[in-house]
């Protein structure tokens, strides 16, 4: 019996010791630089989405996945993932360019949620995302702004 407890007391502090030794990071600074058409498929709307990845950290941040979700209006409008991978150097940054897709019943959504003088353009939007790193380094982040879309000047995409 005392051994169970030995064992599990030295689990437990091999545990507290091994959180100790992570980094402190602070969190990425992320920012949506642009949308870009992409080739559609029957109901579907595809763009992608431009983002411009800061890491104000001592060390580089590796990442082996992008996951993005995009809120326009207060409403769910589009997602999107791609398996890319790399490194973004300490002090340094890099654009990271994400497929996402709108399905039609969103656009719909959208559109009967915009007044008759609304337009897309000038929307508040939301993008939640994460870069995947490995168990502990998968790194979340939001950024939040108005939509500026070239050429949006009717209610329709």
Known sequence: ????????????????????????????????????????????????????????????????????DLEVNGQPLAS????????????????????????AFSVLRQTLGLSQTQTLNNLPYVLRGKLAGGLFGTMRFTDSGKLSLPGATTGTW
């Open 80 to 103: 999107g993932v791609s398996d890319q991978s790399g490194s973004i150097a300490r002090f340094s940054e890099t654009v990271l360019t994400v497929p996402v897709s709108v399905s």
């Open 1 to 68: 019996m005392r051994s169970v407890h030995a064992v599990v007391l030295s689990f437990l502090l091999l545990s507290l010791s091994a959180c100790a030794l992570l980094p402190n990071r602070d969190p990425l600074n992320i920012n949506v630089v642009g949308f870009e058409p992409l080739q559609s498929q029957d109901m579907e709307v595809r763009f992608a989405v431009k983002i411009r990845v800061q890491n104000p950290n001592e060390t580089p941040i590796d990442y082996n996945g992008v996951a993005l």
